[in-house]
């Protein structure tokens, strides 16, 4: 027994190195089984994470390619879809690059495989060591590439969504740029007019340094007392008479003549620049046809042309007619042509009308005859075009040309609407039908303008800046026009109660007279004429279409001599007419348009003389008048304040005369 105890004992001992080299080997072999379950684990994660980042990328190239395709032409839509096919076929890792680099990198990934499994099998701690690094290298080496393609790719996707063709609406997530403003841009004739001095004192011209007036004239200006012409009359005359050197049938260089448009301030003269020129180019007549029509807003404006023309055509042959409704149509219409061996014909040379009136004679074929009408003179333009609803020019433009197609077509001397200039055109000449078109607030909107079908029209105007050639400044909510010069602006503030007894104190106080008061009504107008007339102290009048034409045309005339000291007005008076002496102009109710409010200033500081004009406001008014006012160009208006104190001396009166007032108001509603 000890004998094999002994022997049992060494055998151990022997088998001891032997023991050992087996349980390294068996811990070598738990060691490389871990390693490889990690290397599994490792490969299945990444491919996983390889799989999703390769679908999302498909899904955003789908995308990119479904908005692309939307925008793109038919050949990139055929080269980017080349493209995605070639990205399909290729690995996660390198889907953007060409064949050959995809497969060295396959050879380079599959010999660093096979590196890697001899490093396993050699030694358990270089395993254990370069497992985390077979494991986590490699999906971060991929997607730091793919990371890389796909910034390579979005500058490409962003320059092909700039470049886009502007005329597609392009859809989807896009940056949003700002919209820019359209500005205004003027045509050429509009944004470069021929400059007219504004300061008339130091540019008159003496009336010998225009040339073409007959000197009949020069002596009809002699006798009114005219030796100089105001800056407008000195531009828009020698114009005029330019385009008839040639004749009446062509214009310079044998073409048809330019129209010509004026915008100039109130009391410029702009009624002279067009009478005389009329008048010398239509002296010389041959055959006794209307050669000359002028067409105004209203009768008294009418009323006031009529006269201008009728003085300097006194000791010619030419004839001047008014039709504006002051008398009947049939004495109208007499007065117009009359019958000669069984015809009738014209015996008018010069007709001043109203749209109403005009429009009345054309259609009740009255015998007036427009086939050789020459001139168009429309005088307080931007109202005639908002007027044009009455469809007054069209109508007079169909009786011009209304011959071209009737028996007398094939005459020399027949009329056709013009259309483009043409070499057929020209032959044989005709009677041109050059338009004239005046006004202190002409608009520069093309629109309104285009439907007066003016021919290559030149502008003569006292107002130009340079921003109105490229764009409208975005502070310019409206047109600017020019005030007169020797005008001096108030604004009043008051309360609503208190404007009659600011108007007796400027007349009783302050001693302004003549004033002209206009009002925003024909009833307020009337109203406070009843109540000053009750007050007494004043010799007023009221002007409006309350009164008959002839009624008006007495008052004007009373208040030019002097006998009126207050007249009370509607709109009516605004336009045109020149009232001599007026010294003052009272806007008792402000004006809601700026056009309206410089037709009423303009009634004073005519000529280059001074004047004021007093605005009254109330509180919520003056910010909006005010800012109007200087949008539109005012060199300033100035606040005056009435201290209450002046006032108290006329209230007691003030409250009988109201109480007076109510029942003279009471009694004309019976």
């Known amino acids: 027994m000890s004998l094999f105890l002994v022997n049992r004992y060494l055998g151990e001992e022997d088998d ?5 080299e087996s349980r390294s080997q068996a811990l070598l072999a738990k060691l490389q089984q871990k390693a490889k379950e990690r290397q599994k684990k490792s490969l299945t994660e990444q491919t996983e994470h390889q799989h999703e980042e390769q679908t999302e990328l498909q899904d955003v190239k789908k995308k990119r390619k479904a908005d692309e395709d939307s925008v793109q032409e038919p050949q990139r839509n055929k080269k980017r879809k080349s493209k995605v096919v070639a990205l399909h076929s290729s690995d996660a890792d390198n889907h953007d690059e060409p064949a050959e680099e995809k497969q060295k990198k396959k050879k380079g990934a599959n010999e660093k495989q096979k590196k890697k499994k001899k490093d396993k099998s050699g030694s358990s701690a270089e395993v254990v060591s370069n497992t985390p690094v077979s494991g986590g290298d490699a999906p971060e080496d991929t997607v730091g590439e793919e990371q890389a393609e796909t910034e390579k790719d979005s500058p490409k996707q962003s320059s092909q969504k700039t470049s886009a063709p502007t005329g597609f609406t392009v859809l989807g997530g896009f940056e949003s740029k700002p919209v820019q403003k359209v500005h205004r841009v003027l045509p050429q004739w509009l944004a470069e007019p021929d400059v007219i001095h504004r300061d008339i004192k130091s540019n008159l011209v003496p009336i010998c340094d225009i040339s073409g007036l007959s000197a009949q004239l020069l002596k009809k200006l002699h006798n009114n007392g005219i030796e100089h012409f105001f800056p407008v009359q000195a531009e828009v ?4 008479l330019e385009s008839a050197q040639q004749g009446l049938l062509i214009g310079r260089g044998g073409y048809k003549p330019r129209d010509i448009c004026v ?11 067009f009478v005389i020129p009329v008048i010398q180019v239509l002296m010389e007549r041959a055959v006794c046809e209307v050669r000359a029509l002028a067409v105004l807003p209203t009768k008294e404006l009418a009323q006031q042309v009529y006269k201008v023309f009728t003085s300097y055509a006194e000791g010619t042959a030419l004839k001047v007619v008014m039709l504006a409704g002051q008398k009947s149509f049939a004495t109208e219409q007499a007065s117009l042509s009359d019958y000669r061996g069984g015809v009738r014909r014209s015996v008018a040379d010069i007709v001043v009308a109203t749209p109403g009136r005009l429009v009345d004679h054309i259609n009740k074929n009255s015998g007036l005859c427009l086939e050789q009408l020459r001139f168009l003179i429309i005088d307080e333009a931007d109202r005639m075009i908002d007027s044009m609803h009455q469809s007054w020019l069209s109508q007079v433009v169909n009786a011009v040309y209304g011959s071209g197609s009737g028996s007398d077509a094939m005459s020399m001397f027949r009329r056709t609407e013009p259309a483009y200039i043409t070499a057929a055109s020209l032959s044989p ?13 002409l608009t520069q909107n093309p629109e309104k303008l285009q439907q007066l079908c003016l021919h290559q029209p030149r502008l003569f105007s006292s107002i130009h800046s340079h921003s109105n050639t490229t764009a409208a400044a975005p502070t310019h909510k409206q047109d600017r026009f020019d005030f007169p010069q020797g005008l001096t602006e108030y604004y009043v503030p008051c309360t609503l109660s208190k404007k009659p007894l600011l ?6 106080r302050m001693k302004l007279s003549p004033v002209l008061c206009f009002t925003n009504s024909r009833d307020t107008a009337h109203r406070l004429y009843l109540l000053v007339q009750l007050f007494g102290g004043i010799q ?3 002007f409006s279409s309350r009164l008959s034409p002839g009624e008006r045309k007495k008052t004007l005339k009373s208040f030019e ?14 336009r045109g007419i020149d009232i001599s002496g007026v010294k003052c102009v009272v806007n008792y109710d402000a004006p809601q348009y700026i056009r309206t409010y410089i037709h009423r200033v303009g009634r004073t500081a005519r000529a ?13 008014q003056e910010k909006n008048f005010l800012q109007m006012v200087v949008d539109a160009g005012s060199p300033g208006i100035q606040k005056q304040m009435v201290k209450p104190e002046n006032l108290r001396s006329l209230e007691v009166r003030y409250e009988q005369t109201l109480q007076e007032l109510a029942d003279v108001i009471k009694d004309e509603k019976r």
């Open 16 to 20: 001891g190195s032997t023991l050992k």
């Open 237 to 240: 005359i020698p114009a005029i």
């Open 263 to 273: 915008s100039a301030p109130t009391g410029s003269g702009k009624t002279l620049s």
């Open 429 to 441: 000449p005709q009677m041109p039908l050059q338009k004239l078109l005046f006004s202190a607030t």
């Open 503 to 508: 108007i007796l104190h400027f007349i009783l």
């Open 540 to 542: 007023v009048a009221e």
């Open 561 to 574: 001599q002097g006998k009126i000291q207050l007249l009370i007005s509607t709109d009516a008076a605004a």
């Open 608 to 620: 280059g003389k001074a004047g004021l004009a007093f605005t009254f406001l109330l509180r919520v």
